[in-house]
């Protein structure tokens, strides 16, 4: 099973999310795929992935991770076990975020809500300091990201197999290319 995890303020409605859904259907295998509407509480949002993933046990799960979602794939693997592909990922996301608190909107839905401390505290407690099995992981970074450093997923992820692309966005232009990377991975 393919499960993507999309960041902050998005949605499964998201480029990426969708065109990953849209591959994995035209190979026959739309039935693997999983793209959860997270909530905004980030204990709440691993809570779902795992009302779903867990109690079913999937023999394989394979975490896509975007942003946001590359740190809550993070987590999961790291407590379940799972391969995750990180693509631009958030790394300590409590600190990245901490400008964050106030007033929100989701960039597809429009929802109104706000980022507040217990959100910021939510986050550190699902924090990995160091992962532990490096070959569990694929990062997908971009240089160009002008969002978060590439280079602090670089450090965090260590030992991993990277895939590090000069230029591009914090939207990791190009996604479409790696689909079939992911499949073998």
């Given amino acids: ?24 259907a035209a190979q026959g295998r739309g039935g693997e795929y999983y793209c959860p509407a997270l909530p ?10 795992e009302a779903a993933l867990v109690p079913q046990r999937p023999a394989s799960i394979t975490l896509v991770g975007s942003s946001l979602g590359g740190f809550y794939a993070t987590h999961l693997a790291e407590k ?15 600190r990245l975020l901490r400008d964050a608190v106030g007033p929100q909107s989701n960039w597809h839905t429009g929802e109104k809500w ?31 990201d002008d969002v978060l450093d590439y280079r602090d997923a670089v450090a965090c992820y260590a030992g991993a197999r990277h895939i590090i692309e000069q230029g591009g966005d914090h939207g990791f232009s190009g996604f479409e290319r790696h689909f079939q990377t992911i499949l073998d991975f």
Avoid: C
């Fill in 114 to 144: 706000t980022f507040t401390e217990a959100h910021l505290a939510e986050l550190a407690a699902l924090d990995v300091p160091a992962i532990t099995r490096p070959e569990r992981y694929l990062l997908l970074a971009q240089t160009g």
């Fill in 40 to 49: 905004n509480s980030p204990r709440e949002a691993v809570a779902t992935v």
């Fill in 80 to 94: 379940h076990g799972w391969k995750a592909v990180l693509v631009n990922p958030a790394v300590h996301a409590h």
């Fill in 1 to 24: 099973m393919i499960v993507y995890l999309h960041g902050f303020n998005s949605s499964p409605a998201s480029g990426k999310a969708r065109q990953l859904g849209e591959y994995l």
